[in-house]
């Protein structure tokens, strides 16, 4: 983020400013975040009508929706977008495997190895197997805050077409959000690992029945873990979210939705498999328009029921 002036607020002269605008790169404050977190008063008031809310919410319109509204638009940038969020992790994800087998080639050469066998052959050896463990460890954990930082800029870009705007490729650079949306999965995953520890500890004490046991907990941990889906929009909408705060946003905008949450991720597996059957390179504007979708979906939670 740019410097900020040590001046107020050009919209609030009582308010000092403390961010930027996101489309015009004026300066904003606190009271101007209240009303959108990522636009000045006057940008906000600029933005495309959104017509869909929690009462009116029909996942099939909202489809097509998304189709006319942002990937008409915007499919092209977004597209190239899905295609960096995918290129970049696999490639790192390449390297943490191919790495550590050039190394084992390298050391089992014929200069090298034979030297180091007049010492402790088998303890060179444990080193190199544990040395290899941390490496691809580390890898990993790379590979999955680069793929969560991309993911997240994607579910920005696509806000941002929603919005009636132009998205902009910086969005997929935003390390701090990828770490904390990282962090909020990391958690998540923690909490559903033990409870499912839990359940499994305590089915097995009803032997053969213990097993529809694990289905039925494994079901219920599924719906209640399904709004945490759409985390990555809720860091698009306010990246100043926690990773705790983003988890019980998604858990309270998801109640009562979770079917609708389900059905969006059911459409989606088609549309993704249309991509990779059209050739393979169709898969990045498929997931252009799932996450446009789901961005619409998180619009859509977002909003009350309109009074009648």
């Not at 200069?111 to 197997?129: E, Q």
């Not at 409870?195 to 219920?220: E, I, P, Q, T």
């Not at 939705?257 to 549309?271: A, C, M, N, Y």
Request: proline fraction near 5%; hydrophobic fraction near 55%; charge should be positive.
């Amino acid at each position: 983020m740019s410097e900020l002036p040590d001046s107020p607020c050009p919209f609030h002269a009582q308010m000092p400013a403390t961010d930027i605008c996101q489309r015009c790169g004026g300066f904003t404050c606190l009271q101007c975040q209240q009303h959108h977190p990522r636009f000045c008063s006057t940008c906000a008031g600029h933005q495309a009508p959104f017509l869909f809310n929690r009462g009116n919410l029909n996942v099939v319109d909202l489809l097509f929706a998304a189709w006319n509204q942002v990937f008409k638009k915007h499919g092209a940038e977004l597209s190239v977008a899905a295609f960096f969020a995918t290129l970049a992790p696999g490639v790192l994800l390449y390297g943490a495997f191919v790495l550590p087998a050039l190394l084992g080639a390298t050391l089992s050469g014929p200069g090298i190895l034979p030297a180091l066998r007049a010492g402790n052959t088998a303890a060179l050896g444990l080193g190199m197997f544990f040395g290899v463990l941390v490496f691809v460890f580390l890898a990993l954990v790379v590979v999955t805050l680069v793929a969560t930082c991309f993911q997240c800029g994607l579910a920005e870009m696509t806000h941002v077409a929603w919005n009636g705007q132009r998205p902009a490729f910086g969005a997929l650079f935003n390390f701090k959000v990828g770490l904390k949306a990282a962090l909020a999965g990391f958690l998540l995953s923690f909490v559903a690992m033990v409870l499912w520890v839990l359940v499994s500890v305590l089915a097995a004490a009803f032997g053969s029945a213990g097993d529809f046991l694990r289905l039925g907990a494994l079901m219920a941990l599924y719906a209640w873990i399904l709004p945490a889906s759409l985390l990555f929009h809720a860091f698009a909408e306010n990246p100043r979210l926690s990773a705790v705060e983003a988890i019980f946003l998604c858990m309270k905008r998801g109640q009562g939705f979770r079917l609708k949450i389900f059905l969006v991720q059911l459409l989606s597996l088609p549309l993704l498999l249309l991509g990779v059957l059209a050739f393979g390179f169709g898969l990045f504007p498929a997931m252009a328009l799932v996450f446009a979708h789901q961005a619409g979906l998180w619009k859509a939670l977002a909003e009350q029921a309109s009074p009648q």
